[in-house]
């Protein structure tokens, strides 16, 4: 495979598309992706967003995955997922996912517990990177989500039985992210 020229289709502010043309095996064709990265920026190392995958853990309370539900564009409608963002220029993975999951859910990280290193979850649609944080959070007096003007998002607080409810119902639109984990959760038979 050879990637011979890249152009961009558009200049938006937060996402692009790319076409690249490309030849294989004696085959000439263009593919058309969606970028986050300036085109300087290509093959950039890191994350251009973080998925938080928290953990509610209060004393005397059986531990509740936090969810979020939100609307999304371009599904039309609310669906399930992670906290989530975009990893702002200089920023590190990890004040990311502090300041992205106050914004959204008002909640405050207590402990990280893993940082994947960057990950593709639609690479024929998207060249973008994300950090899947896996955290434990708790709840701050007085501390909300300061979600942006275009954020329309619900915080759902999940024990077991909600995980399972969740997983199981064939009718919601939820990410695929979530979904993997609200099944291992279910399979482990309880939120660690």
Partial sequence: MKLHKTV???REKWLNLYRAEYS???HRGQWVYASRKKQT?????????????PVLKEKGLANRLV????????????????????????????????REMIEETGLHISRIRKVTSPLHSSMGLTDEAVALVYADVKKVKGSVAANEATEDIEVVLLDFAGVCALCDNPG?????????????????????
């Avoid at 990410?175 to 939120?191: E, P, V």
């Fill in 8 to 10: 961009s289709l558009t």
């Fill in 172 to 192: 919601l639109p939820i990410d695929a992210k979530l979904w993997a984990t609200l099944h291992m959760f279910q399979r482990l038979g309880k939120i660690s």
């Fill in 24 to 26: 294989h095996n004696g």
């Fill in 67 to 98: 969810v979020i539900k939100e609307f999304r564009v371009p599904v039309g409608g609310y669906t399930y997922g992670f906290p989530a963002g975009l990893v702002d220029e200089g920023e590190s993975v990890e004040s990311a996912v502090r």
């Fill in 41 to 53: 920026s290509k093959g950039a190392a890191g994350p251009e967003a973080v998925i938080i995958v």
